[in-house]
């Protein structure tokens, strides 16, 4: 695996989890839309600009809850008020961004956090779209320290961008005090964190006196419950800042020394960062296949819609199919209109029983009846009634159908007129059925152009041959009762035995199969025309119907890459190193100098041989390796000696380290 290729993997994964779509109002629906928001911020603001570019500072991002000491620590650890703390709760409304100067390239433009507009100088607007950099040379290059807004105060923005700027961190300095330390809000970001296995070190703020055998130990033990066994804990007594709102030296010294320890080894900084980076992405691999199933369950209800409506509109094809020639219309007007025209029902009697002697009789009742338009418009208008009643009644299944599913409800929502048939259907479907009767009077007439019909049917004419063989399709005694059936069987035969007579018992079959194949196909066409308006309503979401394949490829791709390890670039050259500056002693308060001589001098030679050991520039270094060295070298005792392991209360035992000089006495 390269760099390259994991790179390529993510921004894969980023492009599938924006593609996906999450139209339909399902349960996996929301919180997936939110998974593939936070998603692809943490994409953009972290993972993939820090992947690039592993070499760039370590942001530590200073979180907590409001008023619990953020921002008075921040200031205390670069020893001037670089971001204004407060008594109003939340105090911190945009975040600030404190690094050396050297640094400022790695954060002045839109690598991280590219949503943020950088300000500079001390004024802030307090506007939660900012990102204001304060560059302060006594801070060590390598390390930048984010001063960021509450995760708990009522106000929102406040809260989610302090979200945002945890998942853009390397390392999270969590800030909780002696009294709030129990908290629901905080204890669900630190699971979080843990759950992704982000490098995390908390500060115990001000911690009472009485309180410091008791509190340190019992925040140990919910850390060590939360998975945050490995975690630092500084302990900071409870001391009231100085007149320059400054904590005293000797509180916050133990946190100075951690930091700026893993600032001045590159390899230590480059293994905070892989832990939090790898445990980002398997944490996010895992959320994108939760948007991968909510995708999932997109096309599958989508399908539930769709045969819905298509059993709904089958129902109906059935249905009309079925009385278009059960008989059902030879009652009525259709059944009347036929007796109007070929005689009374005294002739039906004579006609059954003596079938085969009445044909030339018959014949010669049609030509004395040359109208048939009466039994054409009953027919048409009964056809029509049957195919509007169905087509109203398969809109009101595909209703019911839908108004069942919280989607199927929303979607109705919008189109309120499907649960009825077209309010132009009933036009369309007379149209349609007067093309067909002039379909069949074609087929008649065509089918009487040979000699030898052509003078029968002459004799019966078109009309009348033409509607006989429309009684035909439509007869049958199913659907019929009583009295109708012998009417209707009756009427039968005179018609089967007209048509039979102008064109023979074989071409009466075919004909009658053609018309009423025409028939059911027109039927089919006009029911296809309103069951297409269920369609265009689920076409119009969208859907892809891959479902969740592309993130689940996406998945595979960013696993697959992740399987060899990190393949770490060859090391970068420390950043420049900035002039050693003159200690000021300003009366009183705080100003240190650097003089970074780590190259030659590493702070922990035995953290600085165990990682330059695993690090070689083109070693592919494997994941579980990578984590285990990054938890040797994130115990405290690994990477700072002066810090106990255990809760570190006062002031450290043991002074900084001589190339972290400071000025001033060590306290106030
Ligand atoms: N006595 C005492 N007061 C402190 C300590 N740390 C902070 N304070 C005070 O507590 C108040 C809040 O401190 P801030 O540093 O603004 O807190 P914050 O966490 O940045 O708060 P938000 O910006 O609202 O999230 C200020 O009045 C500080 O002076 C401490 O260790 N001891
Ligand atoms: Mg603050």
Redesign the pocket.
């Given at each position: 695996m390269t760099m390259v290729g994991l790179v390529g993997a993510l921004t894969g994964l980023r492009n599938a989890l924006r593609g996906t779509q999450l139209p339909l109002d399902l349960p996996l629906a929301k919180p997936a839309t939110d998974t593939v928001h936070q998603l692809t911020k943490q994409l953009d603001d972290y993972v993939l600009p820090r992947l690039q570019a592993i070499e760039a500072p370590l942001l530590v991002v200073?979180g907590?809850?409001?008023?619990?000491?953020?921002?008075?620590?921040?200031?205390s650890l670069v020893s001037r008020e670089v971001?204004?703390?407060?008594?109003?709760?939340?105090?911190?409304?945009s975040p600030v961004l404190v690094l050396n100067p050297a640094d400022e390239p790695w954060f002045s433009s839109a690598r991280v956090l590219p949503g943020l507009t950088r300000t500079f100088g001390p004024t802030a607007t307090g506007s939660p779209n900012q990102l204001r950099l304060v560059t302060d040379p006594s801070l060590p290059p390598g390390l930048a320290i984010l001063?960021?807004?509450?995760?708990d105060?009522i106000v929102e923005p406040?809260r989610v961008l302090a979200s945002q700027l945890m998942d853009a961190g390397d390392l999270w300095l969590f800030?909780t005090?002696a009294a709030r330390y129990g908290d629901a809000v905080p204890w669900r970001f630190l699971a979080d964190a843990a759950a992704r296995s982000a490098a995390v070190a908390i500060v115990l703020?001000?911690v009472p006196e009485a309180a410091q055998s008791v509190v340190p130990d019992d925040l140990r033990r919910l850390m060590t419950e939360g998975g945050l066994k490995e975690s630092p804990l500084f302990v900071?007594?409870?001391?009231?800042?100085g007149k320059d709102?400054l904590?005293p030296e000797a509180?916050i010294a133990p946190i100075r020394t951690w930091l700026g320890t893993l600032a001045a080894s590159s390899a230590s900084r480059r293994q905070v960062v892989l832990q939090t980076l790898d445990g980002a992405i398997t944490a996010l691999v895992g959320k994108a296949s939760q948007v991968a199933d909510a995708a999932d369950e997109q096309v599958a209800a989508y399908h539930r819609l769709e045969a819905d409506v298509i059993a709904a509109y089958r129902e109906a094809e059935r249905q009309v199919g079925a009385q278009a020639s059960d008989g059902s219309l030879l009652r009525g007007e259709v059944l009347a209109r036929w007796h109007e025209y070929v005689g009374t029902t005294a002739f039906f009697r004579v006609i059954d029983e003596k079938v085969s002697w009445l044909r030339d009789k018959i014949t010669a009742v049609f030509r004395q009846h040359p109208d048939a338009s009466g039994v054409k418009v009953a027919a048409e208008i009964g056809l029509q009634a049957l195919i509007v009643e169905a087509a109203e009644r398969a809109a009101e299944r595909a209703e019911a159908a839908w108004q069942a599913t919280a989607p199927g409800r929303a979607l109705l929502a919008t189109r309120p007129d499907l649960g009825r048939a077209s309010t132009t259907f009933a036009g369309v479907a007379d149209q349609s059925v007067a093309a067909w009767q002039a379909d069949v009077f074609g087929l008649v007439s065509q089918e009487g152009a040979g000699r030898r019909q052509k003078a029968r049917l002459a004799a019966a004419g078109v009309n009348g041959v033409g509607a006989c063989l429309m009684l035909v399709i439509f007869a049958s005694t199913g659907g019929l009762t009583g009295a109708e059936i012998g009417i209707a069987g009756g009427t039968t035969v005179v018609a089967q035995k007209l048509l039979e007579s102008v064109f023979g018992d074989e071409a009466v079959r075919r004909l009658a199969a053609t018309a009423k194949a025409n028939l059911i196909a027109r039927i089919d066409s006009l029911l296809a025309g309103e069951r297409a308006r269920y369609m265009v309503v689920l076409d119009g979401l969208g859907l892809a119907q891959e479902g969740g394949r592309p993130v689940d490829q996406a998945i595979d791709e960013v696993t697959t890459q992740r399987a060899g390890g990190y393949d770490i670039p060859p090391q970068e050259p420390e950043p420049p190193t900035p002039p050693v500056e003159k200690q000021v002693d300003d009366g009183g308060s705080m100003i240190y100098t650097h003089d970074y001589e780590i190259a030659g001098d590493p702070p922990m030679e035995e953290t600085t041989d165990l990682m330059e050991e695993a690090l070689q520039p083109t070693t592919a270094l494997p994941i579980s390796e990578a984590a285990a060295l990054a938890a040797t070298m994130f115990s405290a005792s690994a990477v700072a000696p002066s810090l106990p392991l255990t809760p570190n209360i006062g002031a450290p035992t043991e002074p900084p380290p001589a190339w972290l000089p400071r000025s001033g006495d060590g306290g106030q």
């Open positions: 200073v907590g809850s409001t008023g619990a000491g953020k921002s008075t620590l921040v200031n971001s204004a703390p407060g008594v109003i709760r939340p105090t911190t409304r001063d960021a807004p509450d995760i105060s406040n800030v005090s703020d001000r900071v007594p409870e001391t009231k800042p709102g904590l509180g």
